[in-house]
């Protein structure tokens, strides 16, 4: 059973709009929440996280946003790029380890 | 700092062949994790190894599979023998510190095609 869910395969954005990546999660023992970025051919990178304390962090275009009562997290693009096109992971952690979705892959075109 | 290291990139073998997938971590990392991913399941983490001591191996699918940490600078993942469902991308991922708070470097991958 998986317990952090992508429900969305894909997202087609434009340019300049904002894009949105949503992910759910079932474990309520989660506390610590990630977001990688994947491009073709190489390993995911790290791209921003946030704590279960905290309902909002940013990093310049990128904003992740936590409910936990519904458990649910949100990245936010804002404007988005064409090289922001990738796959896009979100993971959890309880402890000592991640656990990841499946991914979203986002196509930003111009 | 070269990142991660995997080798081989790509690997093509037959039914029944060993596999041995190689990993060089990031210099003065202490945790080491060997993740598979595949469309179905996506990305599943498989072992970790915290200063070259395997800490959870769950994620192993089967006997097959074996993992190994003879020093803080190498790492193989072992499929013996290797079976068509085997074929996925492997990726090996070194950080530093509390595993599950810190960023975790992912290497290029490997990807595994077993005819």
């Known amino acids: 059973d998986q317990q952090v869910k992508q429900n969305s395969p894909s997202l087609s954005v434009q340019e300049g709009r904002i894009s949105i990546l949503n992910c759910d999660y079932t474990?309520?023992?989660?506390?610590?929440f990630l977001w990688y970025k994947k491009y073709p051919a190489e390993g995911p990178t790290f791209l921003i996280s946030?704590?279960?304390?905290?309902d909002k962090n940013e990093d310049g275009r990128f904003t992740v946003f936590l409910n936990k009562s519904a458990k649910h997290l949100s990245l936010h693009i804002v404007p988005s790029q064409p090289g922001d096109s990738a796959v896009y992971f979100c993971?959890?952690?309880?402890?000592?380890?991640?656990?990841f979705g499946k991914g979203t892959m986002l196509l930003v075109s111009p | 700092d070269a990142g991660v290291i995997q080798s081989p990139r790509h690997e093509v073998t037959e039914m029944g062949q060993e596999v041995t997938l190689r990993c060089k971590p990031i210099?003065?990392?202490?945790?080491l994790f060997w993740y598979r991913q595949t469309m179905m399941r996506g990305l599943e983490l498989l072992i970790y190894?915290?200063?070259?001591?395997?800490?959870?191996d769950s994620g192993m699918p089967e006997d097959r599979f074996s993992a190994k940490m003879p020093n803080a600078s190498f790492s193989t993942l072992k499929i013996q023998p290797s079976e068509p469902r085997d074929s996925a991308v492997y990726f090996c991922?070194?950080?530093?510190?509390?595993?599950?708070?810190?960023?975790?470097?992912f290497g290029p991958g490997t990807r595994l095609t077993v005819t």
């Open positions: 991922a070194s950080s530093l510190g509390t595993s599950g708070r810190g960023e975790q470097y």
């Open positions: 474990n309520s023992m989660f506390d610590y």
């Open positions: 946030i704590s279960s304390i905290k």
């Open positions: 993971a959890a952690s309880a402890h000592s380890t991640l656990t």
């Open positions: 210099s003065g990392h202490d945790y």
């Open positions: 190894f915290n200063n070259n001591v395997p800490i959870d």
